[in-house]
């Protein structure tokens, strides 16, 4: 696959894989590599331009990330943001200081004036709001280049060698609160670097496609199906490249939410592949049974999982090709440190190493989730699927707090779905990031109709996040709330009183379990 690319050099900031996302909507494919990553690597990238990120280091401290001053020779483009204009500025003879308190540190939204004969500005307003995050100040900017924007108290807050393609920023134009940020990338991209929007997923979808044929010719190719977006797209795809050789094995373990299964069987319906669904309902619950410790839980049903998964392996004989839903996060080298585990994740997509098998493939090793769904639109999956929430690897096993049994799971089935079917018919589902049911293991007593009840409380949660990390409890109207509420504890047996959880994360993970 060759497509026009720019390196998005990353220095450690928080935004950087924002940017990338930005460049790539704007029909320009980019990668991001580390500031680490040798020259000549990125030189045989062939790069039509580079983006370097902000970053929390101040450019003189010594530990600070510099760059390889020969990448300013290669005659590609730079755009540097935030800490990627001042370490521009510093290696190209300039001077960076801390700011000093009457000088220019400045954070959060600012008033921004723009010189529109820049090409970074051409055809924008000349005034604007800039999103601010920098406290170092360029005391010096660099022999050639010119000031081209500023604000109230910062004369240099945008700098530009036009001649030589080099702008810098210390505003983050990646972010929404930015105006007309994105117009900025736009311009460094079209008009400074010469791209042409060569990126689209129509064009991708029939690259892959060809490329999937050559590099499978006859083989077969085994892929487990989860029914989350990435392992689905990478199924259609497939299902689209090689047919008949594909076999999709789903592993339906119980735990998946009401009409799931069957919705996700009738969406490979179209395609002549082979679709294996394993019923494996009894098998897994016979295995929980008593079980009420999360991290049991999730251990036992990955390790049930890989175990249906090798049966299902072997009965099919030898397979060429495993196909894996990997996607572009997962493989961007980021410069985070170990984290403490909080929950051991299982991701029913990560298969055991000794199926007997030759390659994996992972077709969607290139694309944000965003660019996952556009595909997976292009290729006509349904939008319930395109558009699915995340959903855990172990499903609602670890949305019944305490021991499972099928009755609890049932009615945890029911109560989700109403409850998801309200957020989607007040056109809530649009705000919120993730949201689901959890059937709790508290009892308490209610009245309904002139008799005592003793029954389940069921909790609803509903999160707003970008990245999953962290997340804020999102504020469902109180009408909605109501509507949800009485629907549920009208027609779901067992559940006679429900709450809302209002907590965010941290200090709370958005699962229960
Ligand atoms: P937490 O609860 O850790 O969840 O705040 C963060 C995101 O991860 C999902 N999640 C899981 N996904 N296997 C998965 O594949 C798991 O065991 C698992 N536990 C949580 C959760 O739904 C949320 O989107």
């Not at 660099?142 to 700098?159: H, S």
């Not at 791209?195 to 689209?200: F, L, N, Q, R």
């Not at 098998?357 to 077709?363: N, T, V």
């Not at 059937?439 to 005592?452: F, I, Y």
Request: proline letters at 4%; hydrophobic letters at 40%.
């Amino acid at each position: 696959m060759s497509h026009q690319t720019v390196i998005v050099l990353d220095f450690g900031g928080q935004y950087n894989q924002l940017i990338a996302r930005r460049v790539r909507e704007c029909g320009v494919y980019c990668e991001v590599k580390p500031y680490t990553t040798p020259l000549e690597q990125l030189k045989a990238m062939k790069p039509i331009g580079f983006i370097f990120t902000g970053g929390p280091n101040s450019v003189y401290d010594e530990k600070a990330p510099h760059v390889d001053p020969a990448i300013f020779e290669l005659g590609v483009p730079v755009l540097g943001i935030c800490y990627g204009c001042q370490l521009m500025a510093h290696t190209l003879g300039g001077q960076v200081t801390a700011a000093q308190e009457d000088t220019a540190r400045e954070y959060g939204k600012t008033e921004t004036y723009y010189d529109t004969t820049c090409k970074l500005f051409k055809g924008l307003p000349e005034q604007g709001i800039s999103w601010m995050s920098h406290g170092d100040y360029m005391a010096k900017v660099p022999e050639g280049f010119a000031l081209t924007a500023r604000t109230d108290a910062c004369p240099n807050v945008a700098i530009a060698d036009e001649k030589r393609g080099f702008y810098g920023v210390q505003y983050h134009p990646e972010v929404n609160h930015t105006q007309h940020g994105v117009d900025m990338i736009r311009n460094f991209l079209y008009e400074v670097c010469g791209a042409t929007g060569d990126w689209t997923m129509e064009d991708y979808k029939n690259t892959a496609i060809r490329d999937i044929r050559e590099k499978v010719g006859d083989g077969k190719v085994l892929l487990a199906l989860s029914g989350g977006v990435d392992s689905s797209v990478a199924a259609a795809l497939l299902a689209e490249a090689v047919g008949k050789q594909l076999t999709c094995v789903f592993v339906d373990h119980g735990l998946m939410r009401k009409n799931e299964g069957d919705e996700v069987e009738a969406a490979f319906a179209r395609w002549d592949i082979n679709f294996v669904r394993v019923d494996a309902e009894t098998r897994f619950l016979l295995k929980l049974a008593g079980e009420a410790e999360p991290e049991r839980k999730r251990k036992i049903i990955g390790e049930e999982f890989i175990r249906v998964f090798e049966e299902e392996a072997k009965k099919i004989g030898r397979v060429d090709y495993l196909v894996q839903g990997t996607i572009y996060p997962d493989v961007i080298e980021s410069g985070a440190g170990d984290a403490a585990v909080i929950k051991s994740h299982h991701n029913v997509g990560g298969l055991p190493d000794y199926v007997d098998f030759k390659e994996i493939i992972e077709p969607l090793r290139l694309l944000f989730k965003d660019e996952v769904r556009q595909l997976g639109r292009e290729l006509g999956l349904p939008e319930y699927l395109v558009m699915r929430q995340p959903f855990p690897g172990p499903g609602l096993a670890i949305r019944v707090i305490g021991d499972l049994t099928k009755e609890k799971l049932d009615t945890l089935r029911d109560a989700d779905a109403i409850y998801r079917e309200e957020i989607a018919a007040a056109g809530e589902d649009k705000n919120i990031n993730q949201y689901f049911a959890v059937l709790t293991n508290t009892r308490s007593v209610g009245v309904m109709g002139d008799g005592r009840t003793y029954d389940y409380t069921l909790a609803l949660r509903a999160v707003t996040t970008s990245d999953f990390m962290t997340a804020d409890w999102a504020r469902i109207p109180y009408d909605v709330l109501d509507r949800i509420s009485t629907r549920i504890v009208n027609e779901v047996k067992g559940i006679n009183r429900i709450v809302y959880d209002i907590t965010s994360k941290p200090p709370a993970t958005i699962e229960w379990e």
